[in-house]
């Protein structure tokens, strides 16, 4: 059955790898500018700095998994786009946290989507923290942009952290090696915000597990849940019933559809 058999064979090339991977280059580049530049970066490699559509400045890091990061937030996706039942709520000058900064991406979505007074970004790797650095002092705006160079738990303390990965590094699981940094306990920090931003990559669980979350201050949440460390089989169920058990309203739940294993979950208080 030759039908069969292209739609088979049209269905492998849109899954290869290099495929996807060109997809992704072009979303990037279309949220970059100068473009060419960007496209020249790629072949080059190293950090560049580039200009936004919507304002602001990135500083990627070329042949990396940042080129994610930039189509995630910035491309058609826009993952970090409020529900529409939270404009309101979202409107006037708002305090955030963001927990998991990496190079301040998110950070820098906020500051041109929000009327931002003040934010402050949590980032514990090292490799990580000096671009986020960098992207404070590039865009200007140290007045309202602050950097902890942390990580964020339930608990105050070092940690055993696995650094290096880009946007995958993360808490050490038990028995795995890694370096010791220093952690801060969400509910010791001033939580009366706005918004609060988490992709702490498998930490979120410990915060969502902790029975003061039903205490937190934030008004928003926008969460990104992973399989790594879930209490349950199902992540996604648990996600929501954690929060919703902590006085949290879902407003958006997002699974993404590649495997299952992370979604997007936007709740605030009633």
């Known amino acids: ?25 072009r979303l990037a580049a279309a949220a970059l500018r100068p473009r060419s530049r960007f496209l020249v970066g790629e072949l080059r490699g190293g950090i560049r700095a580039y200009a936004l559509p919507a304002g602001g400045i990135a500083l990627v890091r070329h042949r990396s998994r940042d080129i994610d990061l930039v189509v995630e937030i910035f491309g058609p996706r826009r993952a970090y786009e409020p ?18 900064g990496n190079i301040g991406l998110f950070a820098i979505f906020a500051l041109q989507r929000y009327d931002v007074r003040a934010i402050t970004s949590f980032e514990p790797d090292p490799e990580n923290a000096a671009l986020l650095a960098r992207a404070i002092q590039r865009n200007g705006v140290g007045d309202r942009w602050k950097l902890q160079s942390v990580a964020v738990s339930n608990d105050a303390g070092p940690i ?22 220093p952690a801060v306990d969400l509910f010791d920090l001033d939580h009366d915000v706005d918004l609060i931003k988490v992709d702490i990559e498998g930490g979120e669980w410990a915060l969502l597990g902790d ?41 958006l739940d997002e699974v993404d559809p590649p495997h299952g294993h992370t ?3 936007w709740a605030a208080r009633p």
């Open 83 to 100: 529900p529409a039942s939270l404009a309101a709520r979202l409107a006037g000058q708002l305090r955030v946290l963001d927990l998991g």
């Open 1 to 25: 059955m030759p039908g069969r058999r292209s739609r088979q064979i049209a269905r492998a090339v849109l899954r290869h790898p290099l495929r996807r991977r060109l997809r992704r280059l």
């Open 160 to 181: 055993r952290f696995v650094a290096g990965r880009l946007l995958e590094s993360r808490r050490a699981d038990p028995g795995e090696d890694g370096v010791q940094l």
């Open 263 to 265: 979604g997007l979950v």
């Open 211 to 251: 029975p003061r979350l039903s205490s937190l201050g934030a008004r928003t949440i926008v969460i990104e849940w992973h399989g790594r460390g879930a209490p349950d089989p199902d992540p996604h169920a648990a996600a929501l019933g954690l929060l919703q058990r902590a006085g949290y309203v879902i407003h």
